[in-house]
């Protein structure tokens, strides 16, 4: 298959258009909060899970200072979440409910509240 045909993008490439995906549509429901923080992807953790967290984490939230213009990088963890969603659909439905936890946590608000498909 030719590089310009969809399927030729590797796992990662496709989880990151998917997140991509998602901040974009958060952004048009929510507006500029969303832009307060940064998302990354990272393969794995770099670290152990804490003992608050239930196994491998999917994501985590790191608070920044706030004089780089951001309050926040939300990081999810590519490997631990496929594993969770061998599918393309699974996939995203996860991702999708990974990013609406941390930003709801983030906003102090819950899940439900935000959740853009709440609010077709």
């Not at 989880?15 to 794995?44: K, M, Q």
């Not at 439905?93 to 609010?119: C, K, W």
């Amino acid at each position: 298959m030719p590089p310009t045909v969809p399927a030729w993008r590797t796992r990662a490439e496709r989880f990151d258009d998917i997140v991509s995906l998602e901040v974009a549509t958060y952004r048009r429901h929510l507006g500029d909060v969303v832009d307060r923080l940064d998302y990354a992807v990272l393969d794995v953790p770099e670290s152990d899970p804490t003992p608050w967290e239930d196994g491998i984490p999917q994501a985590r939230f790191f608070p920044l200072d706030r004089s780089t213009g951001l309050e926040g990088r939300i990081v999810l963890y590519r490997r631990p979440m496929e594993q969770m969603a061998p599918t393309a659909g699974t996939l995203a439905v996860l991702i999708h409910m990974v990013i609406t936890q941390q930003l709801a946590s983030f906003l102090g608000r819950s899940p439900e509240e935000i959740d853009y498909h709440n609010h077709g």
